[in-house]
C-alpha cells in the first residue's frame, strides 16, 4: 500500500471509500462489535472487595456450574440435540423426496416456503401451537392417543415445535446437494450391478453425509439461540433453557446482582455459534469438493 | 440415458416417485395443521359458531395503536438505514478496496451466528453501563434516546444488525454481476458525485436485491419479540404476549394476521430476489461480460 508512485492517486480515492464505509462501520460498531465486547468484560468481572470496585475473575463462569444454570446448560443441549437430528432425518427424507418427484410446482413452493419458515421461530409460532396442540389443543387428542405422557410445554413439545422452522431449515440447506447428486453416479451403480442400497450406502451418503452433517450442526446452533417461541411458551422457570435463564437473569439482575451470570451465559452462547460456524464452514469446503466439480 | 434403463427399472423408479410424495404430504399436513388451527381459533367458538369477537376486541381497546404504529416505525426505519449503509459499504468494497471484501464478508455474517439473546444481554450491559454515570450525564442521555419508547433507536441498529447476515449476500452477489467501475467512471466524467451515481445509477440496477433486502428486514423487524422484550420495549410481538393473558382470542387473531404479513413479506422477498434478479443480471452480462469471453475463447 506504501509502494510511492501511486501513493497520491490512492490517497485520493480513498477518501470516498472511507465515507461511503463509514455508516455501516458505526452500526456494525454501536450494535455488534461494543455489545459483545461490553458483554465479554462483564461477564469477567465481579464486585471487588470494597464497594464500588470489581475485579477480574472467572467466577461468573465457575457459577455455571451448579443450580438452575447447570440444569439450563443440560436441558438446552439435549433439547438442541434431539430437535437438530429429528429434523435432520425428516428434513433430509424431504429434500430427498423433493428431489426425486422433480416437480416444478413443488420446486418453486419449496424455494418460497422454505426459506420463509426457516426465519420463523417467534411468538406467532408458539400461539398456533398453543392452540393446535396445547392443553386444550384441536390435536390435542391426537398425540396423547399416540404419547400419553406429551405435553407441549415440556422437551417434547419442544421439539415437536422447533421442527416448523428446523425442517425447513434443513431442506433449504440439503436440497442443493441431493439436487447435485449426478445421474451419471446412479448410472454407474447400476451398470456395476449395484441396487439403489448400495448407491446410497457407497456413493450417496457418503458424498452429501458433509453438508447433512453441516446443516445438523447449523441446526443444532438454531435451536440452541432460539428464545421468542421458547419463551413464550416456557415462560420462566418452568423447563430452564440457556436463553430463558439470560432473560431472566437480565429482569432480576438489578436485585440480584445477576447480570454477570447472565453475560458469562451469553458468551457461552457466543462461543458454542462460533464454533458451530467454523465447523460448518469446514464441512461445506469438504462437500463442495465432490459436489461442485 | 433413460431409453437404456430396463423397463424394470423404470417401473421401480415410478414405485419410488409415489413414495417420495408420502414425506411430502405428511410435510405440507404438519406445517398447515398450526396455521389452520389458530386461523380456525380467531373466528369460530368452540361450538363452531362464527365469530368476530377476536378482531372487533383488537379495535376496540385501542391500546394496540401505540405498539403496532412503534413496530412499523422501527421496521420501515430499519429497511431504509440497512439499505442505505449497506449498499454504499459493498459499492465502495468493491470499487476502492477489494482486500476488504472478505473483512466486510465476515463481519457481516457473524450476526447470523450469534444469537439474538446475546446480542441483546451485551446490549443491556451497556446500555446499563451508560445510564451509571448518573442523571444528566452524556452516556444518561445517551441511554434514554437509544430506549426512547416513542423512537427505540436501539431496535432499529440491533435489526439492522440481526438482519445484515441475510441481506449483505444478496446485494454482495447483486453488485458483483454488474460492470461496476465502468458504471461509477462514466458517471463521474458526466459529472455526477458518489451519492448521485448510487441513487440513480447503482440503486436501478440491484433492484432486486434491494427489494429482496427491505422487505426482509421489514419482515423480522415487525415479528422480532426477543430484543424488545428482553429491553422491555412494547414493541407489536411483546404486545402480543401480554394480550394472550386478557383477551387470548383476540391475541390469537393478532398472531394470525401478523403470522401472515411477515409470510407474505418473507415470500415477496423471495420472489424478487429471483426474479429481479435474473432480469438485471441478464442485461449487462449478456452485453458486457459475455462478448469478450467468446472472442477469448475463439481466439
Known amino acids: 500500500m506504501i509502494s510511492a508512485p501511486t501513493d497520491t492517486r490512492r490517497r485520493s480515492s480513498l477518501s470516498p471509500a472511507w465515507a461511503a464505509l463509514a455508516p455501516l ?3 456494525l460498531a454501536l450494535f455488534f462489535v461494543v455489545p459483545i465486547g461490553g458483554m465479554v468484560v462483564t461477564s469477567l468481572l465481579v464486585t471487588g472487595s470494597s464497594p464500588g470496585t470489581s475485579a477480574f475473575s472467572t467466577d461468573n463462569f465457575t457459577a455455571l456450574g451448579s443450580g438452575s444454570r447447570s440444569m439450563a446448560l443440560k436441558n438446552s443441549l439435549l433439547l438442541s440435540f434431539t430437535a437438530a437430528s429429528v429434523a435432520a432425518v425428516f428434513g433430509g427424507i424431504c429434500a430427498w423426496a423433493i428431489s426425486t418427484v422433480k416437480s416444478t410446482v413443488v420446486d418453486s413452493l419449496t424455494a418460497v416456503i422454505s426459506s420463509v419458515l426457516a426465519n420463523d421461530g417467534g411468538v406467532p409460532l408458539a400461539f398456533s401451537f398453543i392452540v393446535a396442540v396445547g392443553n386444550t389443543g384441536y390435536f390435542t387428542a391426537l398425540i396423547t392417543a399416540v404419547d400419553s405422557t406429551f405435553t407441549l410445554y415440556s422437551v417434547k413439545g419442544l421439539i415437536l415445535m422447533y421442527q416448523y422452522f428446523l425442517i425447513p431449515t434443513m431442506i433449504l440447506l440439503t436440497l442443493p446437494s441431493f439436487v447435485a447428486l449426478k445421474q451419471q453416479w446412479r448410472e454407474a451403480n447400476t451398470s456395476l450391478g449395484g441396487n439403489s442400497w448400495t448407491f446410497w450406502r457407497r456413493v450417496g451418503l457418503p458424498v452429501i453425509s458433509p453438508a447433512l452433517l453441516g446443516a445438523w450442526l447449523l441446526m443444532f446452533g438454531s435451536a440452541f439461540g432460539t428464545h421468542a417461541s421458547a419463551a413464550v411458551l416456557i415462560g ?21 446482582g445477576g447480570e454477570g451470570v447472565a453475560m458469562a451465559l451469553g458468551v457461552t452462547t457466543g462461543v458454542i455459534a462460533v464454533i458451530v460456524l467454523i465447523a460448518f464452514n469446514a464441512l461445506t469446503k469438504r462437500s463442495a469438493k465432490w459436489l461442485n466439480s | 440415458m433413460a431409453q437404456q434403463l430396463k423397463p ?5 423408479h415410478g414405485v419410488t416417485k409415489f413414495f417420495a410424495w408420502l414425506p411430502l404430504v405428511a410435510l405440507a399436513i404438519f406445517i398447515l395443521t398450526p396455521l389452520l388451527s389458530s386461523l380456525t381459533y380467531s373466528f369460530f367458538r368452540s361450538d363452531g359458531s362464527f365469530t368476530t369477537s377476536g378482531l372487533t376486541g383488537l379495535a376496540d381497546s385501542g391500546r394496540i395503536v401505540a405498539p403496532l404504529t412503534r413496530s412499523l416505525i422501527v421496521s420501515v426505519l430499519a429497511a431504509v438505514v440497512l439499505i442505505a449503509t449497506v449498499v454504499p459499504a459493498v459499492v465502495a468494497v468493491h470499487l476502492w478496496a477489494p482486500k476488504m471484501r472478505s473483512v466486510l464478508s465476515i463481519l457481516c455474517t457473524l450476526p447470523l451466528v450469534v444469537p439474538a439473546i446475546a446480542i441483546v444481554a451485551g446490549l443491556s450491559a451497556v446500555l446499563r453501563n451508560l445510564a451509571s454515570h448518573g442523571r444528566g450525564s452524556l452516556g444518561m442521555e445517551l441511554n434514554a434516546i437509544l430506549q426512547s419508547q416513542d423512537l427505540p433507536l436501539v431496535l432499529v441498529g440491533t435489526y439492522v444488525v440481526l438482519c445484515l447476515p441475510f441481506t449483505y449476500r444478496s446485494i454482495d452477489a447483486g453488485l458483483s454481476t454488474l460492470p461496476l467501475r465502468t458504471l461509477y467512471e462514466s458517471s463521474s466524467i458526466l459529472g455526477a458525485r458518489m ?9 436501478p440496477n440491484i433492484r432486486g436485491p434491494i427489494m429482496f433486502s427491505a422487505f426482509f428486514t421489514f419482515a423480522l423487524s415487525i415479528a422480532e419479540y426477543t430484543v424488545a422484550a428482553t429491553l422491555s420495549i412494547n414493541t407489536l410481538p411483546v404486545f402480543l404476549n401480554t394480550l394472550s393473558s386478557t383477551n387470548f382470542r383476540g391475541s390469537i387473531t393478532l398472531s394470525v394476521l401478523l403470522n401472515l404479513t411477515t409470510w407474505l413479506l418473507l415470500a415477496s422477498a423471495t420472489l424478487s430476489a429471483s426474479r429481479f434478479g435474473h432480469r438485471s443480471t441478464a442485461e449487462p452480462e449478456a452485453n458486457v461480460a459475455n462478448e469478450p469471453r467468446k472472442e477469448a475463447e475463439i481466439s
Open chain 1, 25 to 27: 462501520t458505526i452500526i
Open chain 2, 195 to 203: 451519492g448521485t451515481t448510487l441513487w440513480q445509477v447503482v440503486m
Open chain 2, 8 to 12: 424394470g427399472n423404470r417401473e421401480r
Open chain 1, 236 to 256: 420462566t422457570g418452568a423447563f430452564p433453557l440457556i436463553p430463558l435463564e439470560i432473560a431472566g437473569q437480565l429482569a432480576g439482575s438489578a436485585a440480584t
